[in-house]
């Protein structure tokens, strides 16, 4: 399965962006293609990807202002994370934290069949909360 995951945190920086590379390294391990797009964690006009170990880690471009990223409202990640799936064909998007960063994108992919996950975490709810775009999930698996 193609699966694409976003948070707007930095690459192992946050609760966000470590539990999205680890649920990202086992999908990876149970054989499937997986890119995890993460924030920058300092200014970059460019988005870039790179391969460890079969998986596929996007960094977006960003202004690289702390605030910005931390909130998810950094207006050159959000145009980067539009692009991106704008340009890929996956089946599942799962989406950590709710900031517009996030949000639009994987709204864009469920906009167009993709199954979108939506995970979040805060201090009140440590485990978290998965919804799902049932009616999509339900397509995809008939």
Known sequence: MRILI??????????????????????????????????????????????????????????????LTRWGVDPLEVASQLHLVGSGMWQVVHSFGHRPAVLLAAQRLQRKGVVWLADWAGHLLAAGITCSSASAADSQMA
Do not use: C, M
């Open 6 to 67: 976003l948070t707007h945190s930095a690459y192992q920086r946050g609760a966000d962006a470590v539990r999205a590379s680890l649920l990202a390294r086992a999908l990876v391990d149970r054989g499937h293609v997986v890119e995890l797009v993460v924030s920058p964690a300092e200014r970059r006009r460019r988005a870039s990807r790179r391969l460890r170990a079969g998986l596929t880690i996007v960094t977006t471009a960003g202004l690289g202002h702390p605030a």
